[in-house]
């Protein structure tokens, strides 16, 4: 149903708008995940999923050895159209793009060094790197980061699905978030958040 | 490599054991997921894999309305090797199997009268009901669970993928208990764990 020449298939109700309110209000401006040569269009849509629901603004993507997946049409993939995603050629514009927000910027990993996710501060401002299926994050960025981590496991397999990881990960970040209060206020400004409403009632 | 005619294809290694020993310490004997209807093969085996790294000892099975699915060979599929299975035919059989072990039983649902997983006591004997994907959790076992639970989401998508759902429930329940002291003593007889650790190295 088309309401008027702006909308693009989706009736602008009262209940829409109000309901895309809540959500923008709710986006976490200073909080990311960086898909770093993640190839598995399943697990790619599967991340940008788990970041709509747990309030993650804008996905950062570093491809440099793998081509992004194509996700398709199906629904699972349609979590793409609410998160934003901001494209990095190098990982020293990636690490500049993460700078300027002032985030401390963590990678997983298994090596000796890396906590468990419970034990970083993830209710300040701060990205995570996920990496690729089978060989993790890459080599270059690990230099970078501020440190790594993992999630705890007491199992026979010694590895999460990257997808699942991701969501453990964001799961805990929103467990701190919710305790500090960070969804109660937007963390935009209001003239932000209502041309934000806008435009998403457009798409 | 066979070392003896007892060994299925696996070294029977000092390393080997001592790492199904750590593993079978581990183990909660007092958290358990139901899979009930759970129809997607790649989902019960996510969910295998999941209790697996969390340490969950055996899941129960509550197939009445959909056929459980042939999980394959992949790699993906081997957790189920190291989580128990337990059958049931019908809810009066689930829910004496769990009482019998003094849980409390919680259902992943989304009515008013849920509470956010973070208020329960996961730490403490729990079972958690996962629903089908389409149908949720069914409708005869909702008013025989102690309380119906959801994960806080923020998003424009309004529901998590099953196994990403467990995966974040388990996640909860292993924060709670890893604080509470659970993974650092055997929650079975040593005699009990010897046993177990032998029948383990001939899998």
Known sequence: MKMDGKTMGRPRTPEREAKIRRVLSFR????TLVMANIHDPHNVSAIYR????FGVAKVHLFYTTT???HLGEKSSASA??????????????LMAALRAKNMRVYATSCSPSAKPVGEYDLAGPAAIIMGNEHSGVDPELLPLVD???YI????MI??????????????EASRQR???GKYDLPTCAPEELDANVQAWLKR
């Open 28 to 31: 976490q401006h200073d909080l």
């Open 67 to 69: 081509a992004f997946p």
């Open 178 to 180: 919710l305790l500090a």
């Open 152 to 155: 705890p496991m007491y199992g």
């Open 158 to 171: 010694q590895s999460f699905n990257v997808s699942v990881a991701a969501a453990l990960i964001l799961g």
């Open 147 to 149: 440190g790594e981590l």
């Open 80 to 93: 793409r159209k609410w998160v934003e995603s901001e494209r990095h050629k190098t990982a020293e514009e």
């Open 50 to 53: 788990s970041c709509d629901a």
